[in-house]
């Protein structure tokens, strides 16, 4: 079974500052990664798919990378709305339930 | 724009049924190429899929080990939607439940709003 591991919990940004979010699995899946942001009572938001694509309608501000086992998501420029839960989903495997336990990025 | 509609109730009594319908617009629930799934959320579980429905010249469904055996994803081709029952619930179930949409990876795309349903008497 592949663990999804993000670090940090929490992460305190201000907003225009740079913000890099980790995701590490625990054993290799390729490229098979995405990631989600969620706000509070709101359905998680599709970001990035295979770990450096973005979803449709994603600012370009969004950045995904790496492979195999070590992943990052990175918001250049923080904006008020970008603070939120990001998750990490590995979709190498069935079922696709096997997300992290999320990042909380929060105002600094 | 694909978009999903999200309603049924928001409380059901332990061992009863929970039911939920999701409505799809910008898309098929016939669609070759889509599967449409639940998700449920909690504290104690996280992200939790559940099951899923797609057609592939025929219908097929299948389902999350924690809750086969009690739940159905049925879709409803006359009004372009489709369903969750789960059968038997438990305090364990309350959770805010998702449904979404998969094409090309097994990642989701488009959810609904979600629905927090409260398993209690």
């Known amino acids: 079974e592949i663990v999804m591991t993000q670090s940090p919990a929490t992460l305190s940004v201000s907003p225009g500052e740079r913000a890099t979010l980790s995701c590490r699995a625990s054993?290799?899946?390729?490229?098979?990664l995405a990631w989600y942001q969620q706000k509070p009572g709101q359905a998680p938001r599709l970001l990035i798919y295979g770990a450096s694509t973005r979803a449709t309608g994603i600012p370009a501000r969004f950045i995904g990378s790496g492979s195999g086992t070590e992943f990052s998501l990175t918001i250049s420029s923080l904006q008020s709305e970008d603070f939120a839960v990001y998750y990490c989903?590995?979709?190498?495997?069935?079922?696709?339930?096997?997300f992290g336990q999320g990042t909380k990025l929060e105002i600094k | 724009q694909v978009q999903l509609q999200q309603s049924g109730p928001g409380l059901v009594e332990p061992s009863q049924t929970l039911s939920l319908t999701c409505a799809i617009s910008?898309?098929?629930?016939?669609?070759?190429?889509?599967?449409w799934s639940w998700i449920r959320q909690s504290p104690s579980r996280g992200l939790e899929w559940l099951g899923r429905t797609y057609y592939r010249s025929k219908w097929y469904s299948d389902y999350g080990a924690s809750v086969r055996g009690r739940i159905v994803v049925n879709p409803d081709t006359s009004k372009n939607q489709f369903s969750l029952q789960l059968n038997s619930v438990t305090p364990e179930d309350t959770a805010v439940y998702f449904c979404?949409?998969?094409?090309?990876?097994?990642?989701?795309?488009?959810w609904g709003q979600g629905t927090l349903v409260t398993v209690s008497s």
């Open positions: 989903q590995e979709y190498k495997n069935w079922p696709p339930d096997n």
């Open positions: 979404a949409r998969y094409t090309t990876g097994w990642f989701f795309d488009y």
């Open positions: 054993q290799s899946i390729n490229s098979n």
């Open positions: 910008g898309d098929s629930v016939s669609s070759n190429s889509a599967a």
